[in-house]
């Protein structure tokens, strides 16, 4: 029942005192996936009817994700490959014309050799990328979570946000330091797809 609430919060519409409306009218969600599928039933639903999407945290960008995401099972599964194909499962219905789903999965820059192994292995999950920069992943680093250049939005909060904090960029207004440093984000992106 919560997450339906959510997924219509956020995904979707409400409707109070017969006026509809999109409360946040965004266009994809992060969501922890740990709750199981009936968890995230209520999102799929939303984001068919809406054409929205999710992304699911698969594997994280931050140091200690290792603590739980990189446990294995006795077959020697780890649990965020595990998390990686009930993502993939959960996305089967919502594959668009590009072919990627509408159901992506979170996977950080800052783990290069699991996010190759993840985007090996599901080729359709669409990746939102954090880690980039401020956090130490690079360019090189998460170039493996892309296929043929697409497959993936990099995110950087800080490297952009606080551009003008940082001495390359010292001098500018805090808006020219930050569009400065997304094109430098670009530039330095592309060079390695």
Known sequence: ATMTAYAAAHLGS????EETFAPFGADALTVNGYLGTDGIQPLLEVCGQEDKGIFVLVKTSNPASGELQDKKYQDGKTLYDSMADLTDAWGKELIGKYGYSGVGAVVGATHRAQAEEVRKNH????????GYGAQGGKAEDLAVCFKEGVG???????????????????????ASAALRAAIDMREDIKRCL
Do not use: H, Q
Not at 14 to 17: A, G, M, P, S
Not at 152 to 174: H, P, Q, T, W
């Open 14 to 17: 409400t409707t109070v005192e």
């Open 123 to 130: 080729p359709s999950l669409f990746f939102l990328i954090p």
């Open 152 to 174: 993936g939005i990099v995110n950087s909060s800080r490297g952009i946000l606080c551009a003008y904090r940082k001495e390359k960029y010292a001098g500018m207004d805090f």
